[in-house]
Nanobody, 125 residues
Framework: QVQVVESGGGLVQAGGSLRLSCAVS????????MGWFRQVPGQEREFVAA????????YYADSVKGRFTISGDNAKNILNLQMNSLKPEDTAVYYC??????????????????WGQGTQVTVSS
């Protein structure tokens, strides 16, 4: 059974930092694209960042480029998202997801097959 479990969300002041982690298990993810998305109530789920499993390729939304870094610990099956210089507009539920090798777009939520339950990030002004 595949499990995707996020952790690390919380409340932080603008300009602060948070580190999200995502633990995956239940299958081999070495050929998957791993991604982070976020969603605000009433809005579409938004792409944040993604990388292939070995970390040779990564993608970022323009809104987070230069502030967020996606990384992974392949030995522990963990994906991380380091978020620096946080802004109130970064407030959302953040989701970790896994996209199978046959998918065509690393930035589209439709490409992702496995999802975590989400973790809340709140940035106060």
């Amino acid at each position: 059974q595949v499990q995707v479990v996020e952790s690390g969300g919380g409340l932080v002041q603008a300009g602060g930092s948070l580190r999200l982690s995502c633990a995956v298990s239940g299958r081999t993810f070495s050929t998957y694209i791993m991604g982070w998305f976020r969603q605000v109530p009433g809005q579409e789920r938004e792409f944040v960042a993604a990388r292939n499993w070995i970390g040779s390729v990564s993608y970022y939304a323009d809104s987070v480029k230069g502030r967020f870094t996606i990384s992974g610990d392949n030995a522990k099956n963990i994906l991380n998202l380091q978020m620096n210089s946080l802004k109130p507009e970064d407030t959302a539920v953040y989701y970790c997801a896994a996209s199978p090798p046959r998918s065509t777009s690393a930035t589209s939520s439709r490409s992702y097959e496995y999802w975590g339950q989400g973790t809340q990030v709140t940035v106060s002004s």
